[in-house]
C-alpha cells in the first residue's frame, strides 16, 4: 500500500512537469532547465512556508502564497532564457541547460548555509509545519490531493491545445515558425506564454513535492524529476492527455525498481539506470535518420 500510494503521488509530480515540458516541446523548444526549476519552486515554497509560520498564517493563504511565488519565480527564469533567444540569439537549450547548473549549484549553498535546519544532521531547510502539508489519503504512503489537480490539468491543457483559437496557433508554430509569421500569428506572444508555462509548472511540481512528500527542501531531491518529466513529455508525443497515463508507467518503473533494490541489497542505483535507458529510447525515437525516413 505504501509503494501504491508513493507511485501515484510520484505521478502526480511528473504530470505537473510533464505538461509543462509537452507546453514549450509544441513549441518547438527544449527546455533543460526542469531540474533546477522544481529545485527552484520547492526551495522557495519551503522558505516561504517557514516564513510565514513565524507569522502564524492560515495554512491556505500561506500554501496560495507559497506556490504562487515559486510558479512566478520558474516562470520568470524560463521567461529570460526565451529572451536571450528572442532577442539575443542565444540557443535555448544551451541557456536552459546553463541555467539549471547556476541554480542547482547556488541553492546548494544556501541550504547549506543561511537557511539550513539547526536541528539534525540532514542537510536541509527547516521542515514546514504540519498544518502547511497535504493530508495523506492512503496512509501511511505519501498520496495526497496533488493528484487531483495534476490529472484535470492536464486535461483542461489538452483541450487548450483542442480547442482554443491560441493552443491551435501554438501548435502551428511548433511545425511551422515562418508560415506562423506570415500568417499573422503573434509568435512571441506564443512563445514567451510557453517559456513561462513550462517554468511555472515545474516550480510547481517542485513546490507539490515538499508539502506532499517531502515537507522540508533537503539537497538532490530534485534529482531525476526533470529529465523523467522531459522524457515523459517526449514518450507522450507532447500530447497533455496522454502524460497521464505515461507518468504513471514511469513512476511505477521508478518506485517498484527502487523497492526491489532496497530488498535486494543492490550496490547501484537501478532508477538512474532506468532513465538512461528511456533517454536512450527516446534518442532513437527522435533520430534524424527516423525523422527523414517518415517524412519520405
Not at 503521488?9 to 504530470?15: F, K, Q, V
Not at 513549441?27 to 522544481?38: K, P, Q, S, V
Request: hydrophobic share 50%; glycine share 8%; net charge positive.
Amino acid at each position: 500500500m505504501y509503494y501504491f500510494g508513493l507511485m501515484l503521488s510520484l505521478s502526480a509530480i511528473y504530470m505537473i512537469a510533464g505538461s509543462g515540458a509537452a507546453f514549450s516541446l509544441k513549441t518547438g523548444r527544449i527546455n533543460l532547465a526542469g531540474e533546477g526549476l522544481i529545485y527552484l519552486g520547492g526551495f522557495l515554497c519551503a522558505i516561504m512556508l517557514d516564513l510565514f509560520a513565524r507569522v502564524k498564517m492560515p495554512a491556505f493563504f500561506a500554501i496560495t502564497l507559497s506556490f504562487t511565488i515559486s510558479a512566478a519565480a520558474g516562470a520568470l527564469v524560463l521567461i529570460f532564457c526565451e529572451f536571450l533567444y528572442k532577442f539575443k540569439h542565444a540557443d535555448f537549450l544551451l541557456t536552459t541547460f546553463i541555467t539549471s547548473s547556476a541554480i542547482i549549484p547556488l541553492i546548494d549553498g544556501l541550504i547549506s548555509g543561511p537557511f539550513r535546519t539547526k536541528t539534525g544532521n540532514l542537510l536541509a531547510t527547516p521542515y514546514i509545519l504540519p498544518q502547511y502539508r497535504f493530508s495523506s489519503i492512503l496512509k501511511p504512503s505519501p498520496l495526497n490531493a496533488s493528484i487531483f489537480f495534476a490529472v484535470p490539468l492536464c486535461i483542461l491543457l489538452e483541450l487548450f491545445f483542442t480547442k482554443t483559437r491560441f493552443g491551435k496557433q501554438t501548435q502551428i508554430y511548433g511545425i511551422s515558425p515562418q508560415f506562423s509569421m506570415y500568417s499573422g500569428f503573434d509568435c512571441k506572444k506564443i512563445t514567451f506564454t510557453a517559456a513561462g508555462v513550462c517554468g511555472g509548472l515545474h516550480a510547481l511540481a517542485g513546490a507539490a513535492s515538499i508539502c506532499g512528500i517531502y515537507f522540508t527542501c533537503h539537497t538532490s531531491f530534485y534529482a531525476g524529476l526533470g529529465w523523467n518529466a522531459l522524457s515523459i513529455a517526449m514518450i507522450a508525443k507532447t500530447r497533455p492527455a496522454l502524460v497521464i497515463p505515461v507518468s504513471i508507467i514511469i513512476s511505477a518503473l521508478m518506485t517498484y525498481s527502487g523497492r526491489y533494490a532496497l530488498y535486494s541489497n543492490l550496490d547501484f542505483d537501478v532508477n538512474m539506470l532506468i532513465q538512461a535507458v528511456i533517454l536512450f529510447m527516446i534518442a532513437l525515437l527522435y533520430s534524424p535518420h527516423k525523422r527523414r525516413s517518415h517524412n519520405a
